[in-house]
């Protein structure tokens, strides 16, 4: 426990769409199993919630009761990571199994490709019926976009361009709709309606519930605000505590609809927190150090996972995608290459050791801006006027295009390599291209079993791991490049 409180054409929208088809042509075929036999699955998540951001893991004022209950009743990492320490990358990785930069979403804002094959249309076709709910952030929530929901493979879905407030305009499958309540709560009530009409029909179901809590600007609601009266950060705390909440009424939806024990319910951060004191590790939010990956993470799944317990496995967001194709017997070939690994054998208890390395990357690319509120609030006005938002730029019709093409060793920015319980640092200084910037290259080794907060560079005592850990890291820089100039993709793309 760590704690230092003190325009795009319409041609390439077809293009696009194309791409969209092929990708589901490449999905493999229907489970066998009966529904019955298949556990539902909500996969949720929070906007910048640090490691140290829960009750459970000791913050000294949050009142997180529910996150709390589901850490005592489940299985809780102590040593789980983002993929990278801003939103839309990591969300990338949890519906593929990939490094976000592998499909070009390095930062916030930037649409993720529609070639990528993602969990939600690996489930669609194994006969699951998908929803997405809250922040979407990794494309366009415009109908007729080929980087919506509906494009990834989410039946429905009540969704946001990025984070959103109490009383939000979200779009509900292309058409923006008005509601009231705090933000997270107004959320969940969406997911459980579609979880409540999916239990009524007998259908497994996947739930992807990201919330826009407890991103700035703080907006909590007044009841749980008032928790924290006199506190200096009392809106931060209470849109935590609000989040929470939310989270308890998910989990008492489905005690009601019966079908907890045979639900799959996964708690995650998308990112490192905004408060280095509760960080868990060395900086915050938007860094490669520790603060800005570790995050929290909880699975509760009573009827597999009968006995809670912490563990100290080493994972990250990318390895919800694998675990989840393990768990489902889901053929996934053909399949681009992926970065997470299964964690079965860790929620059955057999095993806490890592298969492979894990490779972080903030690459040397700024993000967009999506104002989600002032663009629904157009899209609201144009749709009582009766026209259509058709500005493209917002609809990225042309996200499939792969435009750039890399250099094989385009290795720029902060990367890092965590062979637990080694991590290497590479880190290529400031310049406006590849050639410069390899001047500038320095590298730092930490242990994290005995400095958690990278205080302590053991690089030159240690020079023979550093030159083997930076071979490493360098040929998997290799291979994401490889991707991100589309190697993984058919021809047709």
Not at 2 to 13: D, E, P, Q, V
Not at 171 to 184: D, F, I
Not at 453 to 472: G, I, N, Y
Request: include cysteine; aromatic fraction near 8%; charged fraction near 20%.
């Amino acid at each position: 426990m760590i704690f230092t409180f003190a325009k795009s054409s319409l041609a390439s929208f077809t293009i696009a769409v194309g791409t969209g088809l092929i990708a589901s042509l490449l999905l493999s075929t229907p489970l066998q199993a009966e529904p019955s036999d298949r556990p539902n699955i909500i996969l949720c998540m929070a906007d910048d919630q640090g490691w140290g951001d829960t009750a459970y893991n000791g913050h000294p004022l949050l009142k997180t009761p529910h996150l709390d209950a589901m850490a005592a009743e489940g299985l809780r990492f102590d040593h789980f990571y983002a993929a990278a320490p801003v939103c839309t990358p990591t969300r990338a990785s949890v519906l593929t199994g990939r490094h976000p930069n592998r499909s070009g979403a390095f930062s916030w804002g930037l649409p993720m490709r529609p070639q990528e094959i993602t969990v939600a249309e690996r489930l669609q076709a194994a006969g699951y019926v998908t929803g997405h709910f809250g922040k979407w952030h990794l494309g366009s929530v415009l109908k007729d976009s080929p980087v919506n929901p509906a494009a990834a493979g989410f039946d429905q879905w009540l969704s946001a361009y990025n984070f959103y407030d109490n009383d939000p305009l979200l779009s509900r499958e292309g058409t923006a709709v008005a509601l009231e309540g705090e933000s997270s709560i107004v959320t969940v009530d969406a997911a459980i309606e579609f979880i409540k009409e999916q239990n009524s029909k007998g259908k497994p179901f996947l739930a992807v519930v990201w919330f826009g809590s407890p991103h700035s600007p703080h907006r909590a609601a007044p009841q749980d605000r008032k928790l924290y009266e006199g506190q200096k950060h009392a809106d931060w705390l209470g849109e935590i505590t609000g989040l929470d909440r939310a989270v308890g009424k998910l989990q008492a939806a489905l005690q009601d609809e019966g079908i907890r024990d045979n639900t799959l319910f996964w708690y995650t951060s998308d990112n490192g927190g905004l408060q280095t004191a509760s960080s868990g590790g060395r900086n915050k939010k938007g860094s490669i150090y520790e603060g800005g990956l570790r995050v929290p993470a909880i699975i509760q799944w009573p009827s597999r996972i009968k006995t809670p317990r912490v563990t100290q496995a080493v994972a990250n967001s990318s390895d919800i995608y694998p675990t989840l194709m393990e768990i489902l017997e889901i053929d996934t070939e053909p399949q681009p290459e992926l970065d997470g690994v299964s964690l079965v054998s860790v929620i059955d208890n057999k095993s806490d050791q890592r298969v492979k390395p894990m490779g972080f990357w903030s690459f040397n690319a700024r993000g967009i801006l999506t104002p989600s509120d002032a663009w629904m609030q157009e899209l609201l006005a144009a749709q009582k006027s009766g026209k259509e938002d058709r500005d493209e730029s917002r609809l990225m019709l042309n996200a499939a295009e792969i435009k750039q093409q890399y250099e094989a060793d385009y290795f720029v920015g902060h990367s890092a390599w965590n062979d637990w319980p080694w991590k290497l640092h590479r880190i290529s200084g400031a310049a406006k291209n590849k050639h410069a910037a390899d001047k500038n290259v320095t590298t730092e080794l930490y242990n994290l079993a005995t400095d958690p907060m990278e205080t302590k560079d053991l690089a030159s005592q240690h020079p023979q791991r550093v030159a083997a850990m930076r071979e490493q890291l360098e040929a998997w820089q290799a291979s994401v490049i490889q991707s991100l100039n589309g190697k993984d993709y058919p021809e047709s793309h």
